[in-house]
């Protein structure tokens, strides 16, 4: 499905097997060598679970929750692991396990505090809109109504992810799958195989038992429970492992007829609708329902469908394959202060339709302006990079210089032989 590189979860990328080591080549060469198939698949991910977070506006029926039984959000993740393949995957060798897995943690770190932050800054957007439009009811909203009831338990569930409010829940699944997977590239060292069948094996326990990280206060269980998300998360990773191993994704023509057929069946279901019609067939909800929280069969086959259509069509795979600075490929790069951005701006727009009577127009342009936001950070994020890099240049030339071995006379044995030689020249940058 391409070869960008990218961390889990957005932000810092790794360069791609098709570039040199950091600090090789220059950064925007890089940057120019990087497909950005999976930076504009993920930025698409991106803008559709923004649309999806401001409920009622016009765009939102054109979203994919509405013409299949898998979300942006299944899709966000399978994308990640594919990417996370060249940061942490592809690294995890004898000699580099330890600093790799160091990294892993460290990312699951920085997604621990932009979780806090963004849930503390949306509790105090809903707590302004309720004060000052005089409407207590929107702090029982989005799963604010224990913070309000309980706050010292409220507080500690908060800090130890144990509460989660509403559209706010995604960073900590991610989190808790980058803490497994060390253990799960272990496993990859032997057999990428093996990896897949543990990964498999707890998703299916997780789902048969119903089996999840709990909620505190509450004592229910994670919206979206990581146990069983590992699983898409693992099969990215897998996929791409594989590929750079020498490995290629056969392009089956019956796959692809069957993944076609079992695509049209789920538009049908969900636009007929079927819903009501039984087809558990007294199996386990994992294997024949719906079920988002335990990512059940009928979501994850779909989703993978979805994958394998992109990774063996080239003319489904090549739309996505845009230039270095389209807007989709430069939000993709900078995945995960565009989420962040996008979720307080969703949670903005929320607390505003609920204090004011907002039509389909108002609702439509706030999600304009939200995405034009995201854009414009993303594009700022880029420019400032790209400062940076200028300011280290003339650094590293310096060194460089320093560094060439200038020819000595004749009889002279180093520095202390050639007292008149100018110390290097530092550039002020």
């Not at 994308?79 to 160091?102: D, E, H, N």
Request: proline residues 7%; charged residues 10%; aromatic residues 10%.
């Amino acid at each position: 499905m391409g070869a960008a590189a990218k961390s889990a979860f957005p932000g810092k990328h790794a360069p791609s097997g098709q570039v040199a080591e950091r600090g090789s080549v220059p950064a925007n060469a890089r940057s120019q060598a990087r497909d950005t198939r999976i930076d504009a698949l993920r930025a698409f991910c991106l803008i559709t679970i923004f649309i999806n977070h401001v409920p009622g506006n016009p765009f939102e029926p054109f979203t994919s929750k509405n013409f299949g039984f898998s979300d942006a959000a299944e899709a966000f993740v399978l994308i990640s692991g594919v990417s996370a393949a060249y940061a942490y995957g592809l690294k995890f060798q004898v000699g580099s396990r330890l600093l790799t897995a160091i990294r892993a943690w460290r990312r699951a770190g920085v997604l621990y505090v932009a979780h806090l932050v963004s849930t503390l800054v949306t509790l105090a957007i809903f707590a302004f809109f309720s004060l000052h439009y005089g409407a207590p009811g929107l702090l029982q909203s989005i799963n604010i109504g224990p913070v309000i009831a309980d706050p010292a338990r409220a507080l500690v569930g908060l800090v130890t992810l144990g509460h989660q409010l509403g559209y706010n829940n995604i960073l900590p699944m991610y989190g808790v799958i980058l803490l497994m997977l060390p253990l799960l590239l272990l496993l990859a060292q032997g057999r990428i195989a093996l990896m897949l069948a543990a990964s498999g094996a707890l998703w299916l326990a997780c789902g048969l038992f119903t089996v999840a990280l709990p909620t505190y206060p509450g004592g229910n269980f994670w919206f979206i429970n990581p146990l069983s998300w590992q699983f898409l998360f693992v099969i990215g990773i897998a996929a791409n492992m594989h590929v750079r191993r020498g490995g290629r994704i056969p392009a089956s023509v019956p796959l692809q007829v069957a993944s076609i057929l079992y695509l049209l069946l789920s538009l049908a279901w969900v636009k007929v609708p079927f819903w009501g019609v039984d087809v558990s067939f007294g199996l386990p909800a994992v294997l024949t329902g719906f079920d988002k929280t335990f990512l059940s069969v009928p979501r994850l086959a779909h989703v993978l469908a979805m994958a394998y259509l992109l990774a063996t069509v080239p003319a489904l795979s090549n739309v996505w394959r845009v230039s270095h600075r389209n807007p989709l490929a430069v939000m993709g790069r900078h995945a995960l202060p565009v989420f962040i951005a996008g979720t307080l701006l969703a949670m903005l727009a929320q607390a505003w339709t609920l204090t004011h009577a907002s039509g389909a127009m108002t609702l439509g342009l706030m999600v304009l302006a939200g995405l034009i936001a995201q854009v414009a950070l993303a594009y700022y994020l880029e420019w400032l990079g790209s400062l940076k890099a200028a300011a280290k240049r003339p650094a590293e030339t310096m060194q460089m210089v320093a560094a060439v071995d200038v020819p000595l006379p004749a009889g002279a044995r180093g520095l202390e032989a050639r007292p008149d030689r100018a110390p290097p020249v530092r550039v002020a940058s």
